[in-house]
């Protein structure tokens, strides 16, 4: 709780700065509260004391150049950089393996969502580079996503207002809740997606 308040002070004493940081390192494997630095950049901006465009053009830079980081450290990196330390963040071989067929599947669409699934959006560049997706794909699809995620959540922190404080201590209170939620609502839709496939392979008509 110390390490997260004390991260999430970066944008207060450094506005724009911190929110860009946070964002950014985030994109490559950092564990950084990137959600709620977008939200408390926005919040101040709607007390005026940043500029919301500026937040999300902050925002908005800082996660494309933060995934592209992690494309390029796993396109040069590859596999064996995962096999490697993956564990650490409990990426599994097979785990691995599973997520590079899905992938191959469904690459650009799980590039644009990863942005609003916790663990996906950290290490979805990382994947994607690892798994040879073309860099132009890449870049294209994971800014739709950004600027998708980053509307959403400025837009919350600067409908929020003078509420920002409340808001950042139920982030706080309730963010352990909340990734297990999103990780039971990728794993439940990847389950119900390869069912209806097998139903399509087993009956053909």
């Not at 494997?29 to 053009?57: D, F, Q």
């Not at 699934?117 to 794909?137: D, H, K, S």
Request: a positive charge; hydrophobic letters at 50%.
């Amino acid at each position: 709780m110390r390490v997260l308040a004390s991260l999430t002070g970066l944008v207060a004493h450094q506005g724009y700065l911190g929110v860009f940081v946070l964002v950014f390192v985030e994109g490559f494997g950092v564990p950084a509260p990137g959600e709620t630095a977008i939200i408390l950049g926005a919040g101040y901006a709607a007390r005026g004391e940043l500029n919301i465009v500026g937040v999300a053009a902050a925002a908005f830079l800082a996660a494309v150049g933060g995934d592209s980081v992690g494309y390029l450290i796993g396109r040069t990196g590859g596999r064996p950089l995962i096999l490697r330390y993956g564990r650490y963040v409990r990426l599994t071989p097979g785990r691995l393996a599973r997520i590079e067929a899905f992938m191959g599947r469904h690459g650009p669409k799980v590039v644009a969502i990863a942005r609003f699934v916790e663990g996906l959006r950290q290490f979805n560049g990382v994947i994607a580079g690892a798994t040879g997706m073309p860099w132009r794909r890449f870049v294209a699809y994971n800014a739709v996503g950004a600027a998708a995620w980053v509307g959403v959540w400025a837009t919350a922190g600067y409908l929020a207002g003078d509420h920002i404080r409340a808001i950042e201590a139920e982030l706080h209170r309730y963010q352990w809740y909340v990734i297990p939620a999103a990780a039971l609502v990728v794993i439940g839709y990847a389950g119900w997606h390869l069912a209806r496939r097998r139903r399509r392979q087993a009956d053909p008509r």
